[in-house]
T-cell receptor, first 112, second 115 residues
């Protein structure tokens, strides 16, 4: 089955700096890669996603890159703000199968 | 759009009792729903895939007789934790893929505490 590894497990940055979280996956059939933000005690919220036919996608301060050959994808957050502090999860799935495999999560702390 | 409702949001039960958790897609139909479990400070672990009108597909290591899943309609899936034990205490959350290009939407989650 699919195996998703996520690094780092914790990340602390100063407000205004950039944050990068990286994930690797094992199943070459995976073609959908979402990123979720989860605040304490709340549900994960989809913040951005990318499909395997695209190398990069950007939405304001958030961007995701995908390298299919190397089987890794990354989340980039620029101009970080304290409200970006949360746990971020990457995931991988084969869309026609539906189920997602999640990374272990990254706890991002943005210091004001 | 793409609202997923989960109920209850939290529940405390005694060891040996059963607890039912509901996951509803409010504004779309879903033939498939997913159930995850999340322990504190850990990732989401897929427990099973709920299939409307047929048996659920359980992940390896998940006891199907303990975690009963019923997907009787296109908008409702239920997870029943039977004969609950303290080690079943966890955050249970459902996920549904709505129509359109966006990805999965999660329910609000259920915090189960077994005492």
């Amino acid at each position: 089955g699919e195996n998703v590894e996520q690094h780092p497990s914790t990340l602390s940055v100063q407000e205004g700096d950039s944050a990068v979280i990286k994930c690797t996956y094992s199943d070459s059939a995976s073609n959908y890669f979402p990123w979720y933000k989860q605040e304490l005690g709340k549900r994960p919220q989809l913040i951005i996603d990318i499909r395997s036919n695209v190398g990069e996608k950007k939405d304001q301060r958030i961007a995701v890159t995908l390298n299919k050959t190397a089987k890794h994808f990354s989340l980039h957050i620029t101009e970080t703000q304290p409200e970006d502090s949360a746990v971020y999860f990457c995931a991988a799935s084969v869309t026609n199968a539906g189920k997602s495999t999640f990374g272990d999560g990254t706890t991002l702390t943005v210091k004001p | 759009g793409a609202v997923v409702s989960q109920h209850p949001s939290w529940v405390i039960c005694k060891s040996g009792t059963s607890v039912k958790i509901e996951c509803r897609s409010l504004d779309f139909q879903a033939t498939t729903m997913f159930w995850y479990r999340q322990f504190p400070k850990q990732s989401l672990m897929l427990m099973a895939t709920s299939n409307e009108g047929s048996k659920a597909t359980y992940e390896q290591g998940v006891e199907k007789d303990k975690f009963l899943i019923n997907h009787a309609s296109l908008t409702l899936s239920t997870l029943t934790v039977t004969s609950a034990h303290p080690e079943d205490s966890s955050f249970y959350i459902c996920s549904v893929r709505p129509p359109g290009p966006r990805g999965y939407t999660f329910g609000s989650g259920t915090r189960l505490t077994v005492v």
